[in-house]
């Protein structure tokens, strides 16, 4: 079946320790977007690539980078986790960002991040 | 900028009661899609309006977009325990810059 997968589910790292969320995808979507989710929270987008084009959100720390080698995967990199990124961050793809046409949205199950 | 306000944050219903969320924007947008999480899960879509006073059902849930695509309503009728979750609007603004605003979402909890 055709999905969204987010490796792992649980990570764990220490405080400052770089981490690297994974995300894949059999949709052959042309976008992918991450979000973190942080509990009783609406998910905050961090940023979104619509192919190749990389688009951050304004607010989106300098600590969070992302990397779209092709169009299957995306990655999301945080440079020094602090306590205050302890979340679930959330991969979801789209078929298309055009108005009333294919830009619903497909979540992968999340990976939970615990920063010690 | 642009906010949406999502209206209440909980609701506490009798099972067989209805369930109704509230999205408002300060702003005129494009469209707003509606999804679903379960506890523990993740956001699933459940519908995009479009039109000005557009108007969808599917099944018990009625979703409403405001004439001035300004506001949107959720509305479920005789609520059973699958319902259970919260309900998320977005709003998709696409005229200069593509912009994805999320509601705070309202949680439905069905009282024992």
């Known amino acids: 079946d055709a999905m969204v997968i987010q490796n792992p589910r649980y990570q764990v790292t220490q405080f400052g320790k770089p981490v690297t969320l994974s995300c894949s995808q059999t949709l052959n979507h042309n976008v992918m977007y991450w979000y973190q989710q942080k509990s009783s929270q609406a998910p905050k987008l961090l940023f979104h690539y619509y192919d190749k084009d990389f688009n951050n959100e304004a607010d989106t720390p300098d600590n969070f980078q992302s990397r779209r080698p092709n169009t299957s995967f995306c990655f999301l990199d945080i440079r020094s986790p602090g306590l205050g990124d302890a979340a679930m961050y959330l991969c979801?793809?789209?078929?298309?960002?055009?108005?009333?046409?294919?830009?619903?949205?497909?979540f992968g199950p999340g990976t939970r991040l615990t920063v010690l | 900028g642009q906010q949406v306000m999502q209206i209440p944050q909980y609701q506490h219903v009798q099972e067989g009661e209805d369930f109704t969320t509230y999205c408002n924007s300060s702003t005129t947008l494009s469209n707003i899609q509606w999804y679903k999480q379960r506890p523990g899960g993740h956001p699933v879509f459940l519908i995009q309006?479009?039109?000005s006073g557009e108007v969808k059902k599917q099944k018990r849930l009625t979703f409403q977009f405001g004439e001035a695509k300004k506001n949107s309503s959720l509305h479920i009728t005789a609520t059973q325990t699958t319902d259970v979750g919260t309900y998320f609007c977005?709003?998709?603004?696409?005229?200069?810059?593509?912009?994805?605003?999320w509601g705070a979402g309202t949680k439905l909890i069905i009282k024992p």
């Open positions: 979801a793809t789209s078929r298309d960002r055009l108005q009333g046409s294919y830009n619903e949205q497909f």
């Open positions: 977005l709003f998709i603004e696409m005229d200069s810059n593509y912009q994805l605003i």
């Open positions: 309006l479009v039109k």
